[in-house]
Nanobody
Framework: QVQLMESGGGLVQPGGSLRLACVAS????????MGWFRQAPGKQRELVAD???????VYADSVKGRFTISRDNYKNTAYLQMNNLKPDDTAVYYC?????????WGQGTQVTVSS
């Protein structure tokens, strides 16, 4: 089993920054991919960014150039640095970890971008 705990969400003004963190714990050998998804009210959950244990990354077009995903494999932690936030970035952000053939999800952290 893998447990994921997200932190770092909150309320920020447009143009501001936030840094999310996701810590994985439990019984596992290694995590292949860690990723961030988001879900806004009335919308489907969408991929924001993910990163493999080798450091390869994928970003949604809407966040390229503004968000940066990183991870510390020794700490089993993934980060999402979010800059130049926009109201459209408002959503619940979820962390996902891929371990063997299974995906595990965190409970989510709210990000609200508003003046």
């Amino acid at each position: 089993q893998v447990q994921l705990m997200e932190s770092g969400g909150g309320l920020v003004q447009p143009g501001g920054s936030l840094r999310l963190a996701c810590v994985a714990s439990g019984s596992f050998f290694s995590i292949y991919t860690m990723g961030w998804f988001r879900q806004a009210p009335g919308k489907q959950r969408e991929l924001v960014a993910d990163i493999t244990n080798g450091g390869s990354t994928v970003y949604a077009d809407s966040v390229k150039g503004r968000f940066t995903i990183s991870r510390d494999n020794y700490k089993n932690t993934a980060y999402l640095q979010m800059n130049n936030l926009k109201p459209d970035d408002t959503a619940v952000y979820y962390c996902r970890a891929n371990v063997a053939t299974a995906n595990y999800w965190g409970q989510g952290t709210q990000v609200t971008v508003s003046s």
